[in-house]
């Protein structure tokens, strides 16, 4: 089975210094002591094995003629679990941020696990708590995609069918691919020709405001260098609206008391979230993709607008717009379009996209909010409490904020760029305005 396009564009694009991995970081409650090493390592290891996307590798098609192709890894996912000695929560943090700049590839390893044990100061955790990130390539997994297998992970077979996947592995990939791919082209490019009239009226119809290039927030530094991770009630962050409009008025508040503290203008701050089209759902593609979000919502967070009830109305009538807009026959046409781009275009485009220094932000910060279901997940017996994320940044945006609710819990993920100035900061404003917006 081959690769999806937009699979493929993480798997071609990756840029130097910023992986693009998938990076889930759960926090299991274990009063009585972490579990042995080798009691986590084989329960994880028969879950592992269970779920098809961790069984298969990408395996490129000669010259690029056709996408690459997932093959089936028979090798033992054993090897993939580890254990780091950090068992503090400070140094756990510091040990996912420079574990995570090693990026896993998907035609070598594709995912790997790592397991904390013992850890102390875990927030929301009174005694001792065992920490799990699980760092998958963007080929493989996205954040949907991600939730479900951290679920079936941890003890939900149910979710094993939720999984977005990536259809029957090939058994081997060779010119008869790339013959595949060449008779393929000439619908291809038609297909492609055809999108070309939607993508000129999305961007029309798109009036996403322009981002402002903010030295704190767009400087390309050396790639994340902090990860915070804290726990809330989801309760907190369902006070404007739901979790995501919440936590967009969130981070408005912190970005204007953060922004002003380092003497930077206010105006013309953006948000940029992934979106998974409900449309997309009845769409047929060409082969299963494990990205699922096909759509970008860019909202302006009104850091001028001085009365948070107000502003709060304005950034929730954004959302709504943009949501609207992801829900158009425009961007179903151009997902079309853009599945049936000729793989080595895409391979050169992508590649050389990665060598080039951003010319203009994408947005001041990117928001990405996942739900990850009920609280029923466990890891030998003892209760996963939550799970954050060691979220993306990237050379065009400096910080995203990630939320990922699990039952009553909600982890507010922090992530930044060395370029960004006093990271931890800005988390402890998100947090002050998680607790102002909840007083609304």
Not at 254 to 266: D, H, K, N, P, T
Not at 379 to 391: E, H, K, N, T
Request: charged letters at 20%.
């Amino acid at each position: 089975m081959r690769m999806a396009a937009i699979d493929a564009l993480h798997f071609f694009g990756e840029i130097p210094d910023y992986p693009g991995d998938v990076v889930p970081v759960a926090v299991i409650d274990s009063p009585n002591g972490s579990p042995s090493f080798e009691q986590i390592r084989d329960v994880i290891a028969a879950r592992a094995e269970r779920i098809p996307t961790l069984r298969e590798l990408a395996q490129t098609v000669p010259l690029n003629l056709d996408y690459p192709h997932w093959v089936r890894d028979e090798r033992p996912v054993e090897r993939l679990i580890l254990e780091h000695p950090a068992n503090t929560w400070t140094d756990v943090l510091a040990a996912i941020t420079e574990l995570s700049l090693e990026g896993v590839d998907a035609d070598q390893t594709g995912w790997r696990l790592v397991v904390f044990r013992n850890v102390t100061g875990a927030p929301d955790i009174k005694g001792t708590a065992t920490v799990v990130m699980h760092q998958a390539n963007h080929a493989i997994t996205a954040g949907g995609g991600s939730s479900q297998v951290m679920r079936a992970l941890f003890g939900d077979d149910d979710a094993l069918a939720r999984i977005p996947g990536h259809g029957n592995p090939s058994d081997k990939v060779g010119f008869r691919a790339a013959l595949h791919g060449l008779r393929r082209l000439p619908r291809d490019l038609r297909t492609a020709a055809k999108a070309t009239p939607a993508g000129r009226r999305l961007r029309q119809m798109n009036d996403a405001p322009e981002p402002r290039v903010s030295p704190a927030l767009n400087t390309l530094g050396t790639g994340r260098n902090f990860i915070d991770i804290r726990p809330v009630s989801t309760a907190q962050l369902k006070t404007v609206g739901g979790v995501t409009e919440s936590t967009l008025v969130a981070v408005s508040i912190a970005l204007s008391r953060y922004l002003i503290e380092q003497g930077e203008a206010v105006e013309g701050i953006t948000a940029v979230l992934p979106v998974a089209p409900k449309s997309f759902r009845g769409v047929k593609l060409p082969v299963p993709a494990a990205n699922t979000a096909g759509a970008r919502a860019i909202v302006g967070l009104h850091l001028t607008i001085d009365d948070p009830h107000e502003r709060a109305e304005q950034i929730k009538a954004d959302l709504r717009n943009q949501l609207v807009m992801c829900e158009s026959e425009e961007v179903i046409a151009v997902r079309y379009g853009f599945e049936a781009t000729p793989p080595f275009l895409l391979a050169l485009s992508a590649k050389a996209s990665a060598k080039r220094s951003p010319t203009k932000p994408s947005a001041s910060v990117n928001v990405n909010s996942y739900h990850r279901g009920p609280a029923t997940l466990t890891l030998c017996g003892d209760a996963v409490r939550y799970i954050g994320a060691a979220a993306i940044v990237n050379p065009r945006v400096s910080l995203t904020v990630q939320v990922n609710g699990l039952g009553d819990v909600t982890a507010v993920s922090v992530a930044a760029d060395s370029s960004m100035p006093d990271p931890q900061s800005f988390a402890d404003l998100l947090h002050e305005a998680i607790a102002t917006i909840s007083a609304l």
